[in-house]
């Protein structure tokens, strides 16, 4: 019985898809996406943002979660020197454009600095060939909330002008703090500035 259980699992296993992010040199997926810039609505296109410099496009598992919150303080601190350097910044999670609305405009997180985009049904996610976990019974956010959403692997993506990724980094692949990926990616737009 227990070999059977055994086999039935490393089918199971070897039916499973292996994801790997997007890497450097590919083309960036377009895409569109409702969001919130500072509480208010905003709709944000990838081609059009790139039509006026490089984007990063950061995916994050859940608004009002340790590592998230960090990650968009830190992108929130840095906003100016990405502007300056002639880049955009826009995060992407599954979290409700509702839950959203209130996180983009939280002074202590994304502080109204740059926009951020619900991708509540993980398509574009998955065009980006990301890792969804599946919604987690009770698990709530800091401020006790229940999440009820899948959580997209922190993965961050720098796209250049001409749609190509420039740089993928990955916290689970890299071992990459949230820190890591603002530094890292406002490192190369500024490099790009040169």
Known sequence: MKKLILAGLVAACAATPAFAALKAGDTAPDFSAKGSLGGKDFNFNLKSALSKGPVVVYFYPSAYTGGCDAEAHAFAEDA???????????????????RLKVFSADPDFCAGKFPIASDADTKI??????????????????????????????VTFVVGRDGKILATMSSAADKLSPQDHVDKSLAMVQSLKK
């Not at 100016?80 to 509702?98: P, Y």
């Not at 019974?137 to 009820?148: H, Q, R, S």
């Open 80 to 98: 100016d020197k990405f502007a300056a350097a002639g880049a955009q910044i826009i995060g992407v999670s599954a979290d409700s454009l509702d």
């Open 125 to 154: 996610a998955a065009t980006y060939n990301l890792n969804v976990t599946p919604p987690r019974a009770g698990a709530k956010d800091v401020k006790g909330n229940e999440i009820g959403h899948g959580f997209i692997e922190r």
